[in-house]
């Protein structure tokens, strides 16, 4: 498996899919073991980096990971299979926003796909986590321009900073949801229902 995640990095690196960063990935491997979580949602695959090391954090973890695009989808499967994860984890090739979830919850769901759609990825999913489970999300600095925006030329990187930082003010305005920012990485958020407490 060490070698097939090191051939992924390289392969994110050569075709540019963004995976998530080492030290991001490290705090919610910590997190699924400490806080002895079995059940994860992903939301945004990718090529399957963050779905296959989070599997292998311990013993009983299941992930489901849904991915829109189609070659990443595939890749994903292909690692997966290669790395000896199809039972724990399960691949699903559709549009998250459209995925029909039922009689299922998570004790973890990771949100890391389009970021312009943080909010709606919060609100959908938020239903099926498990007491005293948790939502985390990922790339909330966006690699430094969070808070810098007049800084930015180009139209739609502005655009899409700004839609992080609504969603940073959701969460920090959330009535239901408890949200502790971590500085790791590219800035994860992790989110507790207010009632679980
Ligand atoms: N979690 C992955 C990792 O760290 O290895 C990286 C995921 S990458 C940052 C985001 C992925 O989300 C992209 O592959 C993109 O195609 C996918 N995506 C974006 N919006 C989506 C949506 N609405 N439904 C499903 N997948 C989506």
């Known amino acids: 498996m060490k070698e097939t995640i090191l051939e992924m990095e390289a392969y994110a690196k050569e075709k540019n899919v963004p995976i998530i960063e080492k030290e991001s990935i490290a705090y919610i491997m910590k997190y699924i073991k400490s806080h002895n979580v079995k059940n994860i949602l992903e939301i945004g695959s990718a090529i399957g980096y963050s779905a296959i090391l989070m599997a292998s954090s311990s013993k ?6 849904i991915e829109r695009d189609e ?8 690692n997966v299979k290669k790395c000896g994860f199809d039972k724990e984890v399960n691949v699903v090739y559709q549009d998250a926003l459209e ?13 890391d796909a389009a970021k312009g759609q943080y909010t709606k990825f919060f609100e959908k999913f938020k239903y099926f ?3 005293g489970g948790v939502i985390i999300t990922d790339n909330l600095k966006f690699h430094g321009y969070v808070g810098k ?8 990187l502005r655009g899409l900073i700004d839609r992080i ?9 959330n009535e239901e949801f408890d949200t502790e920012f971590i500085d790791v990485g590219d800035g994860l958020s992790v989110s507790r229902r207010k009632s679980d407490k």
């Open 149 to 156: 925006k007049d800084m930015i030329e180009s139209k739609n």
């Open 129 to 131: 986590l498990a007491p």
């Open 60 to 65: 009983e973890v299941k992930v489901t990971t």
């Open 165 to 173: 930082e609504k969603y940073i003010d959701f969460l920090k305005n």
């Open 71 to 78: 070659a990443r989808y595939m890749e994903c499967l292909k």
């Open 99 to 111: 995925v029909n979830l039922t009689n299922v919850s998570y004790d973890l769901i990771f949100i």
